[in-house]
C-alpha cells in the first residue's frame, strides 16, 4: 500500500525542540520530492519545507527559516523534520507529503500533532 | 508571495445540486493550481490538479476550469460524501508555495 506515516509529535514547551519522522512505504521514495505541510487548530494549511529527492534543494517558509530543518535518508525511505526554538503559533498537525516536480501534493500522510505550550 | 483567496468561506447546498467554489490570486499563476479535499479528522486529498485535471479515482462530478487569476471548482450532483472543506493551492511561483484558506461546503 502506498502510504506516509508520521510520528514524533506530542507535548513540548516553549523554546524546545522536537523531531518530526515519516514513514514512506509502497513507492520508490528516492524519486520523490517531499513537503512539510502544517495546520493550525481550526486553521488551513501552510507550507512549511521542500526537500528534492536528492537533498540538493531545500526550502522553508519564513515562520520556520532558521528553526526548522528538513533532511531525509532514502536508504531508510523516510523524512524528517528537526523543529528548534518552537513557538506556541507552531502548534499544529504537521503532515508529510509527496509531491511532484512542482510543489503539488500528490500523496499525505495522516498527520502528526505538535503542542507548543507551557 | 502569493495570496490565494477563496470565496465564498462556507456554502449551503442541497444534495443533488450544484456547487461553485471560488478561487482567486494575488497574480497569475497560469494553469499551476490544484484543488483538495479535506474531511473532519482526514488529511486532505488531491481531486484536480493543473486547473482542471481530475487526480486518479476522482469521480466525474468533479470539475475544474479557469486559469491566471480566476479559478472554480463545480461538483455537478452534490453527494453526502462531498461536504467538507476544499482548498485551492497555486504552485506557479514558489517557494513560497500557498493555499487558500479554505471554503466549507455544508448540507443546507
Known amino acids: 500500500e502506498v502510504q506516509l506515516v508520521e510520528s514524533g509529535g506530542g507535548l513540548v514547551q516553549p523554546g524546545g525542540s522536537l523531531r518530526l519522522s515519516c514513514a514512506a512505504s509502497?513507492?520508490?521514495?528516492?524519486?520523490?520530492?517531499m513537503n512539510w505541510v502544517r495546520q493550525a487548530p481550526g486553521k488551513g494549511l501552510e507550507w512549511v519545507s521542500y526537500?528534492?529527492?536528492?537533498?540538493?534543494?531545500?526550502y522553508y517558509a519564513d515562520s520556520v527559516k532558521g528553526r526548522f530543518t528538513i533532511s531525509r535518508d532514502n536508504a531508510k525511505n523516510s523524512l524528517y523534520l528537526q523543529m528548534n526554538s518552537l513557538r506556541d503559533e507552531d502548534t499544529a498537525v504537521y503532515y508529510c507529503?509527496?509531491?511532484?516536480?512542482?510543489?503539488?501534493?500528490?500523496?499525505w500522510g495522516q498527520g502528526t500533532l505538535v503542542t507548543v505550550s507551557s | 508571495e502569493i495570496v490565494m483567496t477563496q470565496s465564498p468561506a462556507t456554502l449551503s447546498v442541497s444534495p443533488g445540486e450544484r456547487a461553485t467554489l471560488s478561487c482567486r490570486a494575488s497574480?497569475?499563476?497560469?494553469?499551476?493550481l490544484a484543488w483538495y479535499q479535506q474531511k473532519p479528522g482526514q488529511a486532505p486529498r488531491l481531486l484536480i490538479y493543473?486547473?482542471?485535471t481530475r487526480a486518479t479515482g476522482i469521480p466525474a462530478r468533479f470539475s475544474g476550469s479557469g486559469s491566471g487569476t480566476e479559478f472554480t471548482l463545480t461538483i455537478s450532483s452534490l453527494q453526502s460524501e462531498d461536504f467538507a472543506v476544499y482548498y485551492c493551492?497555486?504552485?506557479?511561483?514558489?517557494?513560497?508555495?500557498?493555499f487558500g484558506q479554505g471554503t466549507k461546503l455544508e448540507i443546507k
Open positions: 507529503a509527496r509531491v511532484s516536480s512542482t510543489a503539488m501534493v500528490t500523496l
Open positions: 497574480q497569475s499563476v497560469s494553469s499551476n
Open positions: 493551492q497555486q504552485y506557479n511561483n514558489w517557494p513560497p508555495t500557498t
Open positions: 509502497g513507492f520508490t521514495f528516492s524519486s520523490y520530492s
Open positions: 526537500i528534492s529527492s536528492s537533498s540538493s534543494t531545500i
Open positions: 493543473g486547473a482542471s
